[in-house]
């Protein structure tokens, strides 16, 4: 494995005084890798994620991302967050701002890409999630498939080399599962390094390299998607498996 | 078999759903508890009119006239004393053939605030303009330029002193509120503690006192002839003590922004400040308009306290306008309900105003 991109070294994190979240966690993820996170809630995988760019602080251990240490240093921290496209479970897209604007916003301020560039990018991203025809709309007049698509597209405009995606088709109607997922196995097709927090099997064995088993705060079991589906090793694992796959 | 045709009863025509008879039917008779209530205001209104149309329209002397005014006092009221004496209410002591100045500086102030609440004017060339309206407003009150005779503060009076403190109070009580609501959510404790105690501290004060402090006590404390300006002090009192009522209602609105808002942009890399001013602001503050114009329309009634730190705004005004002259001092009250409609007209401007920003700002969220 030539330098990983992101490197977790013994980390620890706390919410309050005695929930411990994360538990000595050391991973380390390849550039262009694409890993799918699962496990129970409350087992630490969408806080792992989130402290890939310090939405969340860890208080022990080492997290390096794309060679940058993330510490108190607040420019290091902006450094990292354009390197780092991130995508929620609840889209967040700007309601008071066109979906054009949502695009351009970080561009324009973060990357001070003059307008006129930064909306060739905007509607080129849009296209990209066949989308391109509501760049005029607020995000409020969109389908729940069609926001979250748009919450793509705005991440990609930094062209980032990491992309981070926390649940994204979890708050959606069953029917539009598919269009998201659809637009997210294409971008896996490209290159980007990509971590995945989802319960969706069959996106995880159609495109991760690896899935990570996460309980209480620990990688419980890490492996390719055929193994780990077919001959789950530990326990736990294979109760977890049991009860997403058995209905 | 063949279908037997069985006729079915007329129906009666559909009452009439529009038109004054159903719209009454709809709003004043609707259930026994309404058409009560209907019917005992249109008592009172009844009874009442007779006395307040005698009083206000067909006793009423309208003519600047202090004899015939003497001769209908208590039956009929004299409006008499808004011809006579109009200057003196709005302008209060200013220089009477210099009147010409405080009208234009009003005049050009309220236009500014006027091009200012509207989107539109929201261009570099608006901030251009306020670098000139406001100097050109205080050399037009003040004098001592351009062969303008120095008029002192003390002789500024009436509606542009009431325009002004209510102006400038709000333009800087805005900002500041802001400050002080984003300080009130910083995660660092000093800044947070200072804002928490200078809210607690104004709220917890009547407004009078602020003032009485700002006139009185504040000077106490200068080196003799340094203290600045009363209206400056006052002003400054006014201000701080708007921006905390202020401060707390844009901290409703900072809190109504769920927290995946900032995370969002954080993770697009805006440094804090960048998501507070581009994501946060204009969606906590579209929130809170209401809130705001309700403070505005609050301030702009409290400028009539700087009376009792001898400045005459339009209150003052009035009281030095018939206090001064024994001919008309009877008629105050007809004095005080032409200022009633004056103080009516500027609230009424300001919250059409708030119904019409609300319409603008949610229209773009429609589904």
Same mark, same amino acid.
């Given at each position: 494995m030539?330098q990983?991109?992101i490197?977790f $070294?013994?980390?620890?994190k706390w919410?309050?005084? $005695?929930?411990?979240?994360?538990?000595?966690?050391?991973?380390?993820v390849?550039?262009g890798?694409?890993i799918?996170?699962?496990?129970?809630?409350?087992? +630490?995988?969408?806080? !792992?994620?989130?402290?890939?760019?310090?939405?969340?602080?860890?208080?022990?251990?080492?997290?390096?991302?794309? +060679?940058?240490?993330?510490?108190?240093d607040?420019?290091?921290?902006?450094?990292?967050?354009?390197?780092?496209?991130?995508?929620f479970?609840?889209?967040n897209? /700007?309601?008071?701002?066109?979906?054009l604007e949502?695009l351009?916003?970080?561009?324009?301020?973060?990357?001070?890409v003059?307008?006129?560039?930064?909306?060739?990018?905007?509607?080129?991203?849009?296209?990209?999630v066949?989308?391109?025809?509501?760049a005029?709309k607020?995000?409020?007049?969109?389908?729940g498939?069609?926001?979250?698509r748009?919450?793509?597209?705005?991440?990609?405009?930094?062209?980032?080399?990491?992309?981070?995606f926390?649940?994204?088709?979890?708050?959606l &109607?069953?029917?539009?599962?598919?269009?998201?997922l659809?637009?997210?196995?294409?971008?896996?097709?490209? +290159?980007?390094?990509?971590?995945?927090?989802?319960?969706?099997?069959?996106?995880?064995?159609?495109?991760?390299?690896?899935?990570?088993?996460? $309980?209480?705060?620990?990688?419980?079991?890490?492996?390719n998607p055929? &193994?780990?589906?077919?001959?789950?090793k530990?326990?736990?694992?294979? $109760?977890?498996?049991?009860?997403?796959?058995?209905? | 078999?063949?279908a037997?045709?069985?006729?079915?009863?007329?129906?009666?025509?559909?009452?009439?759903?529009?038109?004054?008879?159903a719209?009454?039917?709809?709003?004043?008779?609707?259930?026994?508890?309404?058409?009560?209530?209907t019917a005992?205001?249109?008592?009172?209104?009844v009874?009442a009119?007779?006395?307040? /149309?005698?009083w206000?329209?067909?006793?009423?002397?309208?003519?600047?006239?202090?004899n015939?005014?003497q001769?209908?006092?208590?039956?009929?009221?004299?409006?008499?004393?808004?011809?006579?004496?109009?200057?003196?209410?709005?302008?209060?002591?200013?220089?009477?053939?210099?009147?010409?100045?405080p009208?234009?500086?009003?005049?050009?102030?309220?236009?500014?605030v006027?091009?200012?609440?509207?989107?539109a /004017?929201w261009?570099?060339?608006?901030?251009?303009?306020?670098?000139l309206?406001?100097?050109?407003?205080?050399?037009?009150?003040?004098?001592?330029?351009?062969?303008?005779?120095p008029?002192?503060t003390?002789?500024?009076?009436?509606l542009? @002193?009431?325009?002004?403190?209510?102006?400038f109070?709000?333009?800087?009580? /805005?900002?500041?509120?802001?400050?002080?609501?984003?300080?009130?959510r910083?995660?660092?404790?000093?800044?947070?503690?200072?804002?928490? !105690?200078y809210?607690?501290?104004?709220r917890g004060?009547?407004l009078?006192?602020l003032?009485?402090?700002?006139?009185?006590?504040?000077?106490?404390?200068?080196?003799?002839?340094?203290s600045? &300006?009363v209206?400056?002090?006052v002003?400054?009192?006014?201000?701080?003590?708007a921006?905390?009522? @202020?401060?707390?209602t844009?901290?409703g609105?900072?809190q109504a922004?769920?927290?995946?808002?900032?995370?969002a942009?954080?993770?697009?890399? !805006?440094?804090?400040?960048?998501?507070?001013?581009?994501?946060?602001?204009?969606?906590?503050?579209a929130?809170?308009v209401?809130?705001?114009v309700?403070?505005f329309?609050a301030?702009?009634k409290d400028?009539?306290?700087v009376?009792?730190?001898?400045?005459?705004?339009?209150?003052?005004?009035?009281?030095i306008? @018939?206090n001064?002259?024994?001919?008309?001092?009877?008629?105050?009250i007809?004095?005080?309900?032409?200022?009633?409609?004056?103080?009516?007209?500027?609230?009424?401007?300001?919250?059409?105003?708030?119904?019409?920003i609300?319409?603008?700002?949610?229209?773009?969220?429609?589904?």
């Amino acid at each position: 494995m030539t330098q990983p991109i992101i490197t977790f $070294d013994k980390v620890n994190k706390w919410y309050g005084d $005695d929930f411990h979240v994360l538990r000595d966690l050391d991973l380390q993820v390849a550039a262009g890798e694409r890993i799918v996170i699962c496990g129970p809630s409350g087992s +630490g995988k969408s806080t !792992l994620i989130r402290c890939i760019n310090r939405l969340e602080e860890h208080q022990q251990g080492r997290i390096v991302v794309d +060679g940058i240490e993330l510490a108190d240093d607040v420019k290091a921290i902006e450094r990292v967050r354009r390197q780092v496209g991130m995508v929620f479970q609840q889209f967040n897209l /700007f309601p008071h701002l066109t979906v054009l604007e949502n695009l351009t916003l970080a561009p324009m301020y973060v990357g001070k890409v003059p307008p006129k560039e930064a909306e060739e990018r905007a509607m080129e991203q849009l296209a990209r999630v066949r989308i391109a025809e509501q760049a005029a709309k607020y995000p409020l007049q969109l389908s729940g498939g069609q926001q979250q698509r748009v919450a793509i597209a705005r991440a990609l405009c930094l062209k980032p080399r990491i992309m981070l995606f926390d649940e994204p088709t979890s708050a959606l &109607d069953p029917e539009m599962i598919k269009e998201v997922l659809d637009v997210i196995v294409e971008l896996a097709g490209q +290159g980007i390094t990509m971590l995945c927090v989802t319960h969706e099997m069959g996106f995880a064995k159609a495109v991760a390299d690896r899935v990570i088993f996460m $309980d209480q705060g620990q990688i419980v079991e890490e492996n390719n998607p055929h &193994d780990f589906f077919d001959h789950p090793k530990s326990e736990r694992t294979r $109760d977890f498996l049991s009860k997403i796959l058995g209905h | 078999m063949a279908a037997v045709f069985t006729p079915i009863a007329p129906r009666r025509a559909p009452a009439g759903t529009t038109g004054p008879l159903a719209w009454a039917r709809a709003n004043l008779f609707a259930n026994p508890g309404s058409t009560l209530a209907t019917a005992v205001i249109a008592l009172v209104a009844v009874l009442a009119f007779p006395t307040v /149309f005698r009083w206000a329209v067909s006793e009423a002397v309208f003519a600047p006239d202090a004899n015939a005014c003497q001769a209908a006092r208590g039956v009929g009221a004299c409006w008499g004393v808004i011809a006579e004496k109009w200057r003196l209410i709005v302008f209060g002591r200013y220089p009477f053939e210099a009147h010409w100045r405080p009208e234009l500086a009003t005049i050009l102030l309220l236009g500014l605030v006027a091009a200012s609440g509207l989107r539109a /004017f929201w261009k570099p060339w608006l901030a251009i303009l306020w670098l000139l309206v406001v100097p050109a407003f205080f050399v037009l009150m003040a004098g001592g330029w351009l062969g303008l005779a120095p008029v002192p503060t003390d002789q500024w009076g009436g509606l542009p @002193l009431t325009v002004m403190i209510a102006t400038f109070s709000i333009a800087f009580a /805005f900002p500041l509120s802001i400050a002080v609501a984003l300080g009130r959510r910083s995660r660092m404790p000093a800044i947070r503690t200072l804002c928490v !105690l200078y809210v607690e501290l104004i709220r917890g004060v009547p407004l009078v006192s602020l003032l009485f402090m700002a006139s009185f006590l504040f000077p106490l404390f200068m080196p003799v002839g340094k203290s600045p &300006d009363v209206l400056l002090r006052v002003m400054v009192a006014m201000t701080l003590f708007a921006a905390a009522y @202020l401060a707390e209602t844009v901290r409703g609105g900072l809190q109504a922004i769920p927290a995946g808002q900032v995370e969002a942009a954080r993770s697009l890399g !805006l440094t804090w400040w960048q998501a507070q001013r581009k994501i946060v602001l204009p969606q906590a503050l579209a929130l809170v308009v209401p809130g705001i114009v309700n403070s505005f329309i609050a301030m702009f009634k409290d400028t009539s306290l700087v009376t009792i730190v001898s400045l005459y705004e339009l209150t003052g005004a009035l009281n030095i306008a @018939l206090n001064s002259d024994a001919n008309w001092r009877p008629f105050k009250i007809e004095g005080y309900i032409f200022i009633a409609l004056v103080y009516f007209a500027f609230c009424f401007a300001m919250s059409r105003y708030s119904l019409w920003i609300e319409k603008r700002v949610s229209a773009g969220k429609a589904r």
